[in-house]
């Protein structure tokens, strides 16, 4: 493969971003690479790290090094209908409920993408701490009076709906 | 407020004087955010993304921000139209190729933009001309917190804000700088760069162009931790710290390169302004490249009656989507090679 840049040497350094779920791949030599500022050991960019982790679980076979383990692939957010497989594919979440559904799974990848940081030190919203339960409830049952409203359970339907009612 | 309207002028922040900016173009501070009752973009009905729209729209709009603002809907607009947008930094790339009903509230000056339904139901940054790290944290704080008086935000204790992908989690900030560094490409020491930016966690991309191309020597220079950091000490680290250090660096490869090399400098720049001159056909890639030398000959006083918001104006107005927008129609390769040659000569031709 030829480099990207220059279009004749070969290409000795590639690149994967993974964003948003799509690959982007860039291929250049090694001085084009340098020239670009991208050096012999490019940085990886986090989201690339947290792919690469991702299957790297996927493939863990049980060395040492195993921090995370997704023995569990079709493990579902009963909220939103996330599984971990799915996640493991685009690296994105499906709802605010999943950082606790999954929190055990998450967790460690998360550290390891934010330094060894595992909880948030800055900014808190006004609403935080009472709401928090509340808002997740109501996704819940929002969630639940959707399948109600699927399997044609008119009666637990109706009382879903007045509590959510009651939460709002 | 069409986007039409933005192709003939330039930025508050990309064309503006501020503080350093010979070195640091421009900063910004991001924040991610989602709102609590909803699924993230992955998972969400049409409806609910409309709903959303709805909702964060109604509340930015409501707000008073100092300066007038105006929503734009990207689902909408022409794919030029949001080109422009992507152009002008206003909305990312993604946001432009994404689906279903989204849009973004701009401030008449660009300083501030919120796009929502993007990764996550909302991003929004403050830009300011050159360095200038910390107010732009200081009013998007108070932006958000303005905000945050209208919507609930989807939070926890141990994770903070909680955003679609994992790698924004906590604070949701992004600050970045916008940097050009010519003399530390010219003088192969752009690695020094590099490594003091992965040293500190620090992420590096070429700031034109696709991914990780560095075309005319900008670079974007940005953290990647989001979770458990302040977000007070994000910024301190970049504007403190880091950055000064990089400005100093490439400060002292301008000065060997004036004091060692100043034939092969004055070689680079003149040639580079014969050319923007002269040509009649360029292309964008070769405007900046082109650009980004004659921009250091102006910041070292090598050419004089010529301003420097001269020069930025014209990476910005000679990116395809404005010519084809100033044109007023689709133009092909060739007919953009011209115009933007023809743009170019005349800007120079008038200093
Ligand atoms: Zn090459
Ligand atoms: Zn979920």
């Known amino acids: 493969m030829l480099c990207q840049i220059c279009k004749e040497n070969t290409a000795t350094i590639h690149l994967t971003e993974i964003s948003h779920g799509q690959r982007r791949e860039t291929h250049l030599c090694q001085r084009c690479a340098q020239q670009q500022g991208l050096g012999v050991q490019p940085q990886i960019p986090l989201n690339e790290l947290l792919s690469s982790l991702l299957q790297a679980a996927k493939t863990a076979t049980d060395s040492q090094e195993k921090t995370v383990n997704f023995s569990h692939p079709d493990k579902t957010c009963p909220v939103c209908g996330m599984t971990l497989q799915r996640f493991s594919e685009t690296s994105l979440l499906g709802c605010p409920e999943d950082y606790k559904h999954f929190e055990k799974e998450l967790g460690p990848l998360i550290e390891r993408t934010h330094a060894g940081h595992s909880h948030h030190c800055g900014k808190v919203p006004a609403h935080a701490g009472q709401e928090m339960k509340k808002e997740v409830e109501l996704l819940h049952l929002r969630r639940q009076l959707e399948q109600a409203v699927k399997a044609e359970d008119y009666e637990t339907a109706a009382r879903l709906r007045d509590q959510i009612r009651q939460y709002q | ?351």
């Open chain 2, 1 to 351: 407020m069409k986007p039409a309207q933005l192709a003939n002028q330039s930025s508050s922040w990309f064309g503006a004087e501020g503080p350093g900016w010979d070195i640091v173009i421009s900063s910004r501070v991001r924040l991610a955010r989602n709102l609590a009752d909803y699924e993230f973009l992955s998972c969400l009905t049409p409806g609910r993304q409309q709903e959303i729209l709805d909702k964060l729209s109604e509340a930015i709009l409501s707000l008073s921000l100092g300066d007038e603002v105006y929503f734009m809907d990207v689902d909408r607009a022409a794919t030029l139209e949001r080109q422009l947008l992507t152009e002008r930094h206003l909305i990312s790339r993604q946001h432009a190729a994404g689906k279903g009903p989204r849009g973004v509230v701009v401030s008449a000056k660009e300083s501030f933009t919120a796009m929502i339904n993007e990764e996550d139901h909302l991003r929004m940054q403050v830009y300011a001309a050159g360095f200038n790290l910390g107010d732009c944290w200081k009013r998007i704080n108070a932006i958000d917190d303005m905000i945050e008086q209208k919507v609930r935000y989807a939070y926890s204790e141990r994770w903070g804000y909680l955003t679609a992908c994992p790698t924004n989690v906590g604070t949701g900030i992004r600050v970045s700088v916008m940097l050009h560094l010519p003399a530390l490409k010219m003088t192969g020491q752009i690695e020094k760069f590099v490594t003091a930016a992965r040293d500190a966690d620090l992420a590096v991309r070429g700031l034109f162009g696709e991914g990780t191309d560095a075309l005319g020597d900008f670079y974007q220079l940005s953290n990647q931790v989001t979770l458990g950091v302040r977000e007070e000490d994000v910024v301190r680290e970049l504007s403190d710290n880091i950055v000064p250090r990089i400005v100093d660096y490439e400060k002292a490869a301008r000065q060997v390169l004036l004091e060692q090399k100043p034939h092969t400098l004055d070689d680079k720049i003149q040639r580079a302004l014969g050319v923007l001159k002269s040509a009649c056909l360029i292309s964008s890639q070769e405007a900046l490249y082109l650009l980004s030398s004659v921009r250091l000959g102006v910041n070292l006083g090598r050419v004089p009656n010529l301003s420097l918001t001269t020069i930025n104006e014209l990476f910005l107005l000679t990116q395809p989507a404005h010519l084809q927008l100033r044109a007023g129609k689709m133009l092909d390769a060739d007919q953009r090679d011209a115009l933007r040659a023809q743009i170019i000569r005349q800007k120079l031709a008038n200093n």
